[in-house]
C-alpha cells in the first residue's frame, strides 16, 4: 500500500534546530510582537551619487564649533523629507530612476535600562545597509527583502538623546541578489518597517509551534533563550484550549517538548483557524496566533491535512500601481491580498521575493496559503560562492520570519535558471540548506526551460533539478513569447512525471481598455490577452499531472525592461488588473475558472 508523504507545520526538525537558533541570523522571531516602539515616520535624507558621505562622515552628524568651522551636509536645514517606511523612488521626482547612496537620519529617545535590551530591527532596507548610531558604524545588511537587527543597548546616549543614520545603497552588481538585470523596478530606501524593540535581559529570543508529525491535536514545541542557561522553565499555552505544557531548558538555553490540545482545529485554505500561543518565561512572556495544519504530496497531488488542494493561484510584486511606489503598510496589504482574493484564489506566489509581514500575516488570517522565494532570478553568479553565501543567509531570514505561518505551503528556491552545472550546484546547495532548516513544507522552483519537441510530440525538458524537489513549477508563455505549434487542446506535456507539476507563470500583455484583435498580439488588446488566456487554459486542463496554476501576473508592475512608448511606457503590462486599478477582461476569465474549480469542476 502506498502511502502519502505527509509534512507538518513543523518548521526546524529538532535534531537540526540550531541551524538557526546558534549560527542564524540573530532574529527575534516575532518582532511586531514585542514591546516596541516604531521609527516609522519622516527622516531627513541625503542623496549620494558619488558616494562622499564616508569620506565626509556625515554619519556623525557634526555642527560648526567655530567661526571657521563648516560641513557641506547637513540632516536639518532644508533637507530632504522621506517616509519611512517608503522607497526614495515614487516620493520625487528627481529620484525615480535613482541607483545610489542615500544617507537617512532621525533622532531618537532611548536610554540604557539596567535588565533590559534595546534592539533595533529593520523589516527591510533595500539593497545594502550599513547603520550608524550617534556616530558608531554598528550593523550591516545586504538585501532588500529579509529582516535584520542589532542590539544598541551598549550605543545609546546615556542623556537619552540618540542619532540614528543609515546609509542605504540600491545599486545593481553582477554579485547581487538579485544580480544587474531584473525584470521589476529597482525601488531604493527604508522600504519596511524600523522598530526598537525593549526586551528583557533574559528574553524568549525564538521559538517554534507546530503540529507533532503524523498528529492532529499534538503540539510539538521548541523555546529558545537569548543567553545559554539550564534549567529556566518555560510554558508553552494555548489559553483558549486550556492546553498548557512546562519545559525546562537545557545548558544551551533550549527546551523542547509537547503536549495534547484537545479539540484543536486545524486551519485550511478558505476556513482559516488561528489560536493565541503563550510562550512565558520567568522574565518574558510572548503573545502570537498561530495555525496548524498538515501538509504534504501523494503521487501528483498535494495535500493539505490529508485532501488533495488544487492550488489556484496568482503573483503579484511587492506594488500599488496606483501610487507608483512599494507596498509597505497594512492598508496596502489590504489592497493587495483583497484583490487575490476577489480572483478566486486560495494561494499566492510573493514573487520574486519574500514580501512584508503585513501580506503575509493577512493572506494567513484569510486563509490564503503562500509561496515564498527568495530572488535567485535568471542571471545569478553562480560560480561565487560569496553569491551563494548571501542566497543561503536570505533563505535563512526568511525562514525564520516565517516558520510560525502555517500558511507557508512552499519554499522556492529559483525562478527561470538555466541548466548548468554551476548552477545545478548553486541550487542543490540551496535545497540542502531549506531542507536542513525546515523539514514541514514543500521546496520547488519555477522553471522555463520548457519546449515542444516536435520527434515525440510534447512539451518537456531536460533538467537535473526537478528530481530533487518535492513539487515542479514551470513558466511558460505560450501564445506571448512562444507560438502555438498546434491548437491548444490538442497540446501533450511529459515534464516532471509522477510529481504534482504547478504552472507557475503564464499569460501576455494588455494595455487596460485598448480594444482589438484577439489574433494579433501586437494589438496589446485585451481581447488578445482574454483569448490567450483562455487558449492556456485549455491546454493545462490536459497535463496529466496538473496541481494548480499561477498567472502572471495580478497587477500591471513598473519595469525598466519595457519600452514601447504606447503600450507600456515603462509598465510590464501582463497584470489581469491595470495600473489605475481597473479589471481586465482576461480578469473574469481567470475568476470564472477559479470559481469552477472551486466548486469542483475537474
Known amino acids: 500500500m502506498k502511502f502519502p508523504r505527509i509534512f507538518t507545520l513543523s518548521v526546524l526538525l529538532s535534531l537540526l534546530a540550531p541551524a538557526i537558533a546558534a549560527g542564524g541570523p540573530g532574529l527575534t522571531v ?57 522607497d526614495w523612488n515614487s516620493q520625487t521626482p528627481e529620484l525615480k530612476y535613482y541607483e545610489g547612496t542615500v544617507w537617512y537620519a532621525r533622532p531618537f529617545e532611548a536610554r540604557a535600562i539596567p535588565g533590559r535590551r534595546s534592539v533595533l530591527h529593520f523589516a527591510g532596507v533595500s539593497y545594502r545597509a550599513t547603520v550608524y548610531l550617534n556616530g558608531n558604524e554598528i550593523a550591516s545588511h545586504e538585501g532588500s527583502f529579509t529582516p535584520f537587527e542589532v542590539d544598541v543597548t551598549d550605543f545609546l546616549s546615556s542623556d537619552g538623546k540618540n542619532f540614528l543614520v543609515v546609509e542605504a545603497n540600491n545599486r545593481r552588481t553582477p554579485d547581487a541578489i538579485p544580480a544587474e538585470s531584473f525584470d521589476w523596478w529597482n525601488y531604493g530606501g527604508i522600504t519596511r518597517d524600523v522598530l526598537l524593540l525593549d526586551l528583557p535581559e533574559r528574553h524568549v529570543s525564538d ?25 529556566v522553565p518555560v510554558d508553552v499555552a494555548i489559553p483558549s ?4 505544557v512546562t519545559l525546562t531548558t537545557d545548558a544551551d538555553g533550549r527546551a523542547t517538548g509537547r503536549f495534547r490540545a484537545k479539540g484543536l482545529k486545524l486551519w485550511a485554505p478558505g476556513a482559516p483557524v488561528l489560536y493565541d500561543v503563550v510562550v512565558a518565561s520567568p522574565a518574558d512572556t510572548v503573545t502570537e496566533r498561530i495555525g496548524f495544519r498538515t501538509l504534504g504530496v501523494d503521487g501528483t497531488k498535494i495535500l493539505v491535512n490529508g485532501r488533495p488542494e488544487f492550488m489556484r ?78 542566497a543561503q543567509r536570505m533563505m535563512t531570514e526568511m525562514i525564520t520570519r516565517d516558520k510560525n505561518r502555517c500558511a507557508v505551503a512552499f519554499w522556492s528556491v529559483a525562478n527561470e535558471t538555466r541548466p548548468s552545472p554551476e548552477r545545478d550546484r548553486f541550487v542543490k546547495a540551496l535545497i540542502d540548506t531549506v531542507r536542513a ?32 524537489l518535492d513539487v515542479v513549477a514551470v513558466n511558460k508563455y505560450m501564445g506571448w513569447y512562444a507560438p502555438w505549434p498546434l491548437d491548444p487542446e490538442k497540446c501533450v506535456w511529459d515534464f516532471a512525471s509522477g510529481k504534482p507539476l504547478l504552472i507557475s507563470e503564464f499569460g501576455g500583455e494588455a494595455l487596460y481598455g485598448q480594444s ?16 490567450l488566456y483562455r487558449d492556456n487554459l485549455a491546454m493545462m486542463s490536459r497535463i496529466p499531472n496538473l496541481a494548480g496554476i499561477s498567472p502572471w501576473v495580478l497587477y500591471d ?29 482576461a480578469w473574469h476569465v481567470m475568476h470564472d475558472f477559479y470559481m469552477s474549480k472551486k466548486n469542483g469542476a475537474q
Request: with cysteine; net charge negative.
Open 241 to 244: 484550549l486550556k492546553s498548557k
Open 313 to 390: 493561484s496568482i503573483s503579484f510584486h511587492e506594488e500599488i500601481p496606483q501610487r507608483r511606489g512599494r507596498a509597505c503598510t497594512m492598508q496596502d496589504a489590504v489592497q493587495l491580498v483583497g484583490e487575490a482574493e476577489a480572483l478566486g484564489v486560495n494561494m499566492i506566489r510573493t514573487a520574486h521575493y519574500p514580501q512584508n509581514e503585513h501580506i503575509v500575516r493577512l493572506a494567513e488570517e484569510r486563509g490564503i496559503l503562500l509561496w515564498e522565494e527568495i530572488p535567485v532570478w535568471q542571471g545569478i553568479s553562480f560560480t561565487d560562492s560569496a553569491t551563494l553565501a548571501k
Open 516 to 531: 482589438g484583435s484577439e489574433d494579433i498580439a501586437s494589438s496589446w488588446s485585451e481581447e488578445y490577452q482574454e483569448r
Open 30 to 86: 516575532n518582532a511586531y510582537g514585542r514591546s516596541h516602539v516604531s521609527l516609522n515616520g519622516k527622516w531627513s535624507a541625503i542623496p549620494d551619487l558619488y558616494d562622499q558621505g564616508r569620506r565626509m562622515e556625515v554619519y556623525k552628524n557634526r555642527t560648526p564649533q567655530g567661526n571657521t568651522d563648516f560641513y557641506e551636509y547637513s540632516f536639518d536645514t532644508g533637507c530632504l523629507r522621506l517616509d519611512v517606511p517608503g
Open 207 to 231: 521559538y517554534t509551534v507546530r503540529l507533532a508529525p503524523g498528529t492532529s491535536d499534538i503540539v510539538e514545541a521548541e523555546v529558545v533563550l537569548s543567553k545559554p542557561e539550564g534549567g
Open 557 to 585: 508592475f513598473r519595469s525598466p525592461f519595457r519600452f514601447h512608448p504606447l503600450n507600456q511606457e515603462g509598465w510590464n503590462r501582463k497584470g489581469l488588473v491595470g495600473d489605475r486599478g481597473d479589471r481586465k477582461k
Open 437 to 468: 532548516l525546515d523539514s514541514s513544507r514543500l521546496v520547488t522552483a519555477a522553471f522555463d526551460n520548457i519546449g515542444y519537441d516536435k520527434k515525440s510530440g510534447t512539451f518537456t525538458g531536460a533538467d537535473n533539478i526537478p528530481s530533487l
